[in-house]
C-alpha cells in the first residue's frame, strides 16, 4: 500500500449525518447503501467548488476523503451549518489515506475502516487508523497522483479551491454533480449552467516536459495549428522521464488539439 499524505478523512456521525452531508453537497448521500460511495462538490453559493469530496458510508456514519490542505478550513465552514443538527464533524488526524492497486476488495480492507474504488480503475482508496503504508516513495506518489489526474480527479488546494464550476472540471463524469436532488449550496448555478448548455469550459490532459516547474492558476498557452489559445493550469503530477501530466482548463471547442504549450514564455511540445 502506498501512503497518500496529500489526503486527509473527516468522519460525519449523529443521526443526522446523512440529511446534513446531502444538503451540503452535490450529490445524492441519502441513496447510498452501507459500503457504497460517491465522489460529490462542496460548493460555495456561486457554485464554484471549494473541494472534491469522496463520500463512503459505514453504517450510519459517513467518511469523506479530501485534499490535507482544505480538510480544516471546510470542516470549520461545515461546522458552521450544523446548528441544532444531530452532527458530529471529526477530522481523523489518527487515521490514513493509503492507495492500493487491486481487482477486487484487498485483504487488508478487513483491518481497515473503509475500502473505496475509483470507478473505472483497480485502484482503491483505504482508510485505516494505523499505519500499514509503508510505502512514502515520492516517485510511487507522482505515479499514483498521475493516474488520478488521468480518471479526471483532482482534490484541489487552496489555490484552486473556488475557482471552477463542477461542469469546468469535469465532475460530471465523476458522478460528482446529481442534478435531480435537492439544494446544496451553489446548486441553482450548477442546474442552471447545466440545463441551459452554457457550459464553456472544460478540462484537458497534457503531458509535456516544461521548463519550469507548474503552479496551479497559472495561465498556459496551448499552440493548435499555430494558433494559441488560453489555458489554466488546475494540478498537475511528474513523471520519472521528466514529463508532466497538466490538468488545465479551456474554451470547450473539441476540434482544439494542442501540439504545443507556452509557459513562462517557453514553447514545449506536447507528447
Known amino acids: 500500500m502506498l501512503k497518500l499524505d496529500y489526503l486527509s478523512v473527516v468522519r460525519f456521525s449523529g443521526s443526522d449525518a446523512g440529511s446534513f452531508l446531502h444538503g451540503q453537497v452535490s450529490a445524492d448521500v441519502l441513496g447510498l447503501d452501507s459500503g457504497d ?54 477530522v481523523l488526524s489518527d487515521h490514513m489515506v493509503s492507495g492500493l492497486y487491486a481487482d477486487k476488495i484487498p485483504e487488508p480492507a478487513s483491518t481497515s475502516t473503509c475500502a473505496m474504488r475509483l470507478a ?15 510505502n512514502t516513495n515520492t516517485v510511487s506518489q507522482a505515479d499514483w497522483k498521475i493516474s488520478e489526474l488521468q480518471l479526471g480527479i483532482t482534490w484541489l488546494n487552496p489555490g484552486t479551491s473556488g475557482q471552477f464550476l463542477p ?18 449550496p451553489g446548486q441553482e448555478i450548477v442546474a442552471r449552467t447545466h440545463y441551459l448548455g452554457k457550459v464553456k469550459r472544460h478540462p484537458r490532459l497534457l503531458n509535456s516536459k516544461l521548463a519550469f516547474d507548474p503552479e496551479p492558476m497559472d495561465k498556459i498557452g496551448l499552440i ?48
Not at 76 to 83: D, F, G, K, P
Open 37 to 90: 460511495s460517491t465522489f460529490a462538490c462542496y460548493c460555495e453559493p456561486k457554485g464554484r467548488v471549494l473541494a472534491l469530496m469522496l463520500v463512503h458510508r459505514v453504517g450510519e456514519e459517513y467518511f469523506v476523503i479530501m485534499s490535507d490542505t482544505l480538510v480544516a478550513s471546510v470542516s470549520q465552514r461545515l461546522e458552521l451549518y450544523v446548528m441544532r443538527s444531530d452532527v458530529m464533524i471529526e
Open 167 to 184: 461542469q469546468w472540471l469535469g465532475f460530471e463524469e465523476l458522478g460528482a454533480v446529481n442534478y435531480h436532488k435537492g439544494c446544496y
Open 120 to 134: 473505472g480503475s483497480s485502484q482503491w482508496l483505504l482508510v485505516t487508523s494505523h499505519d500499514t503504508a509503508a
Open 224 to 271: 493548435s495549428d499555430g494558433q494559441p489559445y488560453d489555458g489554466i493550469i488546475v494540478d498537475f503530477g511528474s513523471a520519472k522521464d521528466g514529463n508532466v501530466c497538466l490538468l488545465v482548463v479551456t474554451r470547450m471547442d473539441p476540434d482544439l488539439v494542442a501540439g504545443q504549450v507556452e509557459y513562462l514564455g517557453k514553447v514545449t511540445e506536447v507528447n
